[in-house]
Nanobody
Framework: DVQLQASGGGLVQAGGSLRLSCSAS????????ITWFRQAPGKEDEAVAC????????FYLDSVKGRFTVSSDNAKNTVFLQLNNLKPEDTALYFC???????????????????WGQGTQVTVSS
């Protein structure tokens, strides 16, 4: 069975940083793209960042470009999301998802993902 587990969230002040981790089991990173989504109260879920080894690409939500960085440690089957210069509007439940098929035009669509993990809460105070 495929399992994804996110961790690393917390409470930080605006301008601070966090590093989230998504640990995966039951899949091979070479075959899957991993994307971080976030869910904020009263807002639609949005895809934040994606890493695909098969495409050798990363993708980002416009509002996080230059502040967030997605990376992976394939030996540990773990994907990281470094969050810098955090803003109150980044407050959300962050969770990771996996898909075997990703292309540039659809990486941010929830329907493209087959596996989902539980989230980790990020709260940014002003």
């Amino acid at each position: 069975d495929v399992q994804l587990q996110a961790s690393g969230g917390g409470l930080v002040q605006a301008g601070g940083s966090l590093r989230l981790s998504c640990s995966a089991s039951g899949l091979t990173f070479d075959d899957y793209a991993i994307t971080w989504f976030r869910q904020a109260p009263g807002k639609e879920d949005e895809a934040v960042a994606c890493i695909s080894r098969s495409l050798r690409r990363t993708f980002y939500l416009d509002s996080v470009k230059g502040r967030f960085t997605v990376s992976s440690d394939n030996a540990k089957n773990t994907v990281f999301l470094q969050l810098n210069n955090l803003k109150p509007e980044d407050t959300a439940l962050y969770f990771c998802a996996a898909t075997r098929w990703v292309v540039e035009g659809t990486w941010d669509l929830k329907r493209e993902y087959q596996y989902w993990g539980q989230g980790t809460q990020v709260t940014v105070s002003s």
